[in-house]
């Protein structure tokens, strides 16, 4: 073998060599458990007698069956938190990326800023803040502004405002990201061709902007949707989501087969959803997004 | 080994506030989430691992025989050293230095054994989903003692043989000191696996200035009068095990048709509104700011909710109440037992168990403590006099006999029935 042939081979082998770390990195703590805890989910037993592999499909129908209270209301949770997450962050990465001026990073270090501290803590401060007597609503009730009965936590409005507010970071960055990148000439140029501002709007910056509007969409919605904490410090009696169900079978019941069989329906729910929404949007745009 | 009884060594004598640790909550006994649910999610991903292919687990029936326990123990010596995982704040703490325990310092002095205390359990649940890969796998799991609640995970435990059977010719105080609710208890019989370390009663907490009226009855958690201001235990044990006691079933000869009855009734309180949410252990906040006016509750957690200010009561209905204990066991390999068995013994001399009570707040196991707690009271004057009696004739520390019959355990149940319990009461706090 000549130098140059060694040279080619080796050439030819560099990407592979690149992708060796991550690629391991995927396939030990990514496609092993995944294998993993699909076995489990076709075995049957309990922790005491152990399990054995018994490929028992019907798992899965009977927890669909079972928990599908909890799996719609998930989802509805995670829609109502991701379209409450657009309304709100829509207009605050606008106005970061058209009027942020010269401060655009202290915005959007101001939005970042609430979650360096831990996820649970800030559920927990809203609990505080949210108490039926708490900072809030002790004076509004005072001054006769609302009952005395009312309350928002232990309601499923508060299980939404808190994925909401926990999730908004999510939205907030793509979208920012996607409004970051529309050129101001376009605008200059449809100002020109007399559109007015709300064409602007209409059929420049939001057609621009709708990959980041994609891309925060998944993002706040698949998180928000498997979450369980939120609704366990800020839920009530009727606000049980698919994560707490999954944690219970796990932890609390040792049913590890259970747990694995609703883990793998709430990952296929969300992946259909997911390669739905993006036929329907166009899978161009998201690669455009993630190579932003 | 047998530790001597020291009587010449005094108790350290501290703040009365830090002294009996009020100034603290003792944070997450159960279940939560709020950190530990979180933890408990890299544990749960670590065990999802380890429970591929487990098979067969099964060891043991129940009890042990004496052929184990002198198998077990047999060449097995003191090594100077015991690892004990436990609880957070339930271990008494020095008055200038709360990384130094007293009663440990006592024992160290008295064994030559020095210990290792680790406050790493927060919940049962999770702690057992950490440890449950290396006990499967018939390792040391770091700890040669545990501090674990009876109930599923205690009998799992017990029934996968995941636990040093105890010899007992080497726990002589445990035998002369015990209280009679910890000797012999349904969920480990004859004491072959565990001894207790403290118990707690499971009843009511309200706030006397919002509910208007003394609570007396299990049936007041049902009075429409306080819809929506009532706060149960989302928990697979307490919820079902008091609703059964308060319609006076005994929980734990209870048939699956008691249980479908009890669970009827619960869902009916949280169909009619009158549940505003099933509380794991954070039912101390609403209730002292008044979200809730009522609720299920552990004993200590009232006691130490109002050193703290709030003004609370804790009420043992008149129906019963539901008793649990946190047990000390031994791990089968773990590293150092015959320490962990010299610790069992130790802590069950009653000056030990008064230092001990001093500072925790629930029901100790040795009643002897009580004359030991009034023995250090008689050497003071002032407040930390009046404290310590107060202490000592706590009901809630110190539980009368009467008191204690009416107290229920949680039904052991075997894989079959543990399913079907789930089943039932799971849906209920879990809609």
């Known amino acids: ?292 | 080994v047998t530790v001597r009884n020291d009587p010449g060594t005094p108790l350290p004598i501290a703040d009365p506030a830090l002294l009996r640790g009020l100034t603290q909550r003792r944070m997450g006994r159960r279940d939560f989430l709020r950190l530990a649910g979180l933890s408990g999610g890299a544990a749960g991903a670590a065990a999802v691992l380890a429970a591929c292919g487990v098979s067969g687990a099964k060891k043991n029936t129940g009890g042990s025989t004496a052929d184990a326990v002198s198998t077990y123990w047999a060449g097995k010596t003191q090594a100077g050293r015991l690892d004990f995982a436990s609880w957070p704040l339930y271990m008494d703490v020095a008055a200038n230095n709360k990384n130094d325990h007293p009663s440990l310092d006592l024992f160290t002095k008295q064994s030559g054994i020095k210990v290792n205390y680790k406050e790493v359990i927060q919940d049962v649940d999770s702690f057992f989903g950490t440890i449950q890969p290396s006990l499967a796998a018939n390792q040391s799991i770091g700890y040669d003692l545990l501090v674990i609640t009876n109930g599923l995970v205690l009998d799992k435990l017990i029934a996968l043989g995941y636990l040093a059977p105890l010899d007992h010719s080497k726990l002589p105080t445990f035998a002369k000191n015990a209280s009679p609710s910890v000797v012999n208890p349904s969920y480990d019989p004859k004491n072959a696996y565990t001894v207790a370390w403290q118990s707690g009663l499971t009843g009511i907490g309200y706030d006397p200035k919002r509910t208007g009226r003394e609570i007396t009855s299990y049936e007041d958690l049902f009075d429409p009068k306080f819809k929506g201001k009532v706060g149960m235990f989302g928990d697979n044990e307490d919820l079902p095990t008091l609703a059964l006691v308060g319609m006076g079933i005994k929980p734990e000869t209870a048939t699956p048709d008691d249980w479908r009855k009890a669970a009827a009734k619960l869902k009916k309180q949280r169909d009619d509104g009158i549940v505003r949410k099933y509380y794991s252990q954070d039912y101390i906040d609403p209730l002292s700011k008044g979200d809730i006016w009522i609720s299920m509750a552990w004993s200590g957690d009232i006691f130490q909710a109002n050193a703290s200010g709030a003004n609370l009561k804790f009420v043992t209905p008149k129906e019963g109440s539901v008793i649990w204990t946190d047990n000390m066991c031994i791990p089968f390999h773990a590293a150092h037992p015959v320490d962990a068995l010299t610790y069992m013994d130790f802590v069950y001399q009653p000056t030990v168990a008064a230092m001990l009570a001093e500072y925790i707040d629930y029901i100790t196991p040795v009643p002897g403590a009580k004359e030991a707690i009034l023995a250090d009271a008689a050497k003071l004057t002032g407040a930390d006099a009046t404290a310590l009696r107060e202490l000592a004739t706590d009901p809630l520390i110190f539980p009368s006999s009467a008191e204690l019959a009416k107290a229920h355990r949680y039904q052991v149940l075997n894989a079959a029935q543990e399913k079907e319990w789930n089943s039932i009461f799971e849906p209920i706090y879990q809609a």
């Open chain 1, 1 to 292: 073998m000549g130098p140059s042939n060694l040279r080619r081979l080796k050439a030819a082998a560099t990407p592979y060599f690149l992708i060796l770390p991550g690629g391991l990195w995927l396939v030990i703590f990514f496609v092993v458990p995944m294998v993993v805890m699909l076995s489990i989910s076709l075995q049957t037993g309990d922790l005491v007698n152990g399990f054995s592999q018994t490929f028992h499909f019907v798992s899965y129908w009977d927890a669909l069956k079972t928990y599908h209270v909890q799996f719609l209301r998930s989802l509805e949770y995670g829609a109502a938190a991701t379209i409450a997450g657009l309304v709100m962050a829509y207009p605050m990465a606008y106005w970061i990326a058209f009027h942020g001026g010269t401060r655009k990073s202290t915005y959007l270090f101001l939005i970042l800023l609430p979650f360096f501290v831990s996820f649970v803590i800030r559920t927990v401060s809203w609990q505080f803040i949210l108490a039926d007597n708490g900072i809030l609503f002790s004076h509004l009730k005072d001054w006769g502004l609302l009952p005395r009965d009312f309350h928002v936590l232990a309601t499923s409005f508060a299980v939404v405002a808190g994925l909401t507010y926990n999730f908004l970071p999510f939205m907030v960055l793509p979208v920012y990201v996607a409004l970051e990148r529309v050129d101001p000439r376009l605008l200059e140029a449809a100002t020109d061709l007399y559109a007015n501002r709300r064409d602007v709007f209409v059929r420049v910056v939001l057609p621009l902007s709708l990959p980041g509007v994609f891309a925060g969409v998944l993002l706040t919605f698949v998180p928000a949707t498997s979450d369980y904490v939120t609704a366990s410090i800020l839920g009530g009696t009727k606000t049980t989501m698919i994560g707490n169900i999954i944690q219970t079978t796990y932890l609390t019941n040792n049913d590890y087969p259970t747990a694995a069989t609703l883990s793998f329906v709430l990952m296929a729910i969300l992946l259909l959803g997911v390669f739905s929404y993006a036929k329907a949007l166009g899978t161009e745009d998201v690669l455009e997004v993630a190579g932003a």
